[in-house]
T-cell receptor, first 112, second 115 residues
Framework: ELKVEQNPLFLSMQEGKNYTIYCNYS?????LYWYRQDPGKSLESLFV?????AVKQEGRLMASLDTKARLSTLHITAAVHDLSATYFCAVRTTSGTYKYIFGTGTRLKVLA | DSGVTQTPKHLITATGQRVTLRCSPR?????VYWYQQSLDQGLQFLIQ???????AKGNILERFSAQQFPDLHSELNLSSLELGDSALYFC??????????????FGNGTRLTVT
């Protein structure tokens, strides 16, 4: 069974600092997604990563994918308060029927 | 706005009851996915439909069932409700199965409270 683990689960950081969220998955997958969720709200798509070595950047967020290590990272540069949210990674299974399995989520709080 | 519509937004009911959650996917999307998000937990995949047919099942309880209708809207039926069923239920849609490079698009969720 595909497992998707994120760490850390909780992250409190100062504005202006850099940090990385890690997403590990347990079996082969052909694509990886990052989503953002504000409290009580829906999920918003941030990135879709399709191949080994893929890197995508949007503002202060940069996501990368290493399919050999089954690892994706979400790097936050010079954090600002508006980035406070829960971040989820999700992978699509490639065995059997397609399923989108989400990680445990990382709750990020950026302190002013 | 993702284009995925879920109703109702909130639902409060008693244990043992049955409820129906409704989802209308984005225009043109054929796949619908249901997820359960309990307090302080991640998203648990329940079930997926593609163009009216069930395509994948996750950790869906036998008390739960779903279907996708010819107009592509989907309903999730929850019966014999228990306190532990209280959660936020999300519907998401995508174009196809397997989908293209686009991500899942999520609705705003239905918050179910079982008392």
């Amino acid at each position: 069974e595909l497992k998707v683990e994120q760490n850390p689960l909780f992250l409190s950081m100062q504005e202006g600092k850099n940090y990385t969220i890690y997403c590990n998955y347990s079996t082969t997958s052909d694509r990886l997604y990052w989503y953002r969720q504000d409290p009580g709200k829906s999920l918003e798509s941030l990135f879709v990563l399709l191949s080994n070595g893929a890197v995508k950047q949007e503002g202060r967020l940069m996501a990368s994918l290493d399919t050999k290590a089954r690892l994706s990272t979400l790097h936050i540069t010079a954090a600002v308060h508006d980035l406070s949210a829960t971040y989820f990674c999700a992978v699509r299974t490639t065995s059997g029927t397609y399923k989108y399995i989400f990680g445990t989520g990382t709750r990020l709080k950026v302190l002013a | 706005d993702s284009g995925v519509t879920q109703t109702p937004k909130h639902l409060i009911t008693a244990t043992g009851q049955r409820v129906t959650l409704r989802c209308s996917p984005r225009s043109g999307d054929l796949s619908v996915y249901w997820y359960q998000q309990s307090l302080d937990q991640g998203l648990q995949f329940l079930i997926q439909y593609y163009n009216g047919e069930e395509r994948a099942k996750g950790n869906i309880l036998e008390r739960f069932s779903a279907q996708q209708f010819p107009d592509l809207h989907s309903e999730l039926n929850l019966s014999s409700l228990e306190l532990g069923d209280s959660a936020l239920y999300f519907c998401a849609s995508s174009v196809g199965s397997p989908g293209p490079n686009s991500p899942l698009h999520f609705g705003n969720g239905t918050r179910l409270t079982v008392t």
